[in-house]
């Protein structure tokens, strides 16, 4: 399976991006698909993650009530929706399924 993300982009702290990550490939469709992010000098962290019907979503600490996950499987499509960004959010986010990985896109917020 290929991901490729796309949509990240430089916002003001308080502002909103919409990550999307497309599959192509041979697509399992049972696997929970995620997003993870890696800032600068730290190791790559969860950030949130949804079942194959969507019907579950697991969310970081961090991120609650800010992000929300979602899936488009008609279309092979993952989504970010980022609100309520802050400086603390920037990183390289990346769209994860199964052992697949995507290249991330970068997220920059300015305070």
């Known amino acids: 399976v290929q991901l490729v993300e796309s949509g990240g982009g430089l916002v003001q702290a308080g502002g909103s991006l919409r990550l999307s990550c497309l599959a192509s490939?041979?697509?399992?469709?049972?696997?929970?698909m995620g997003w993870f992010r890696q800032a600068p000098g730290q190791e790559r962290e969860f950030v949130a993650a949804?079942?194959?019907?969507?019907?579950?979503?697991n969310y970081a600490d961090f991120v609650k009530g800010r992000f929300t996950i979602t899936r488009d499987n008609a279309k092979n499509m993952l989504y970010l929706q980022m609100n309520s960004l802050e400086p603390e959010d920037t990183a390289v986010y990346y769209c994860?399924?199964?052992?697949?990985w995507g290249q991330g896109t970068q997220v920059t917020v300015s305070s």
């Open positions: 490939g041979e697509t399992d469709r049972t696997y929970t």
């Open positions: 949804i079942s194959w019907s969507g019907d579950a979503t």
């Open positions: 994860n399924g199964g052992k697949s």
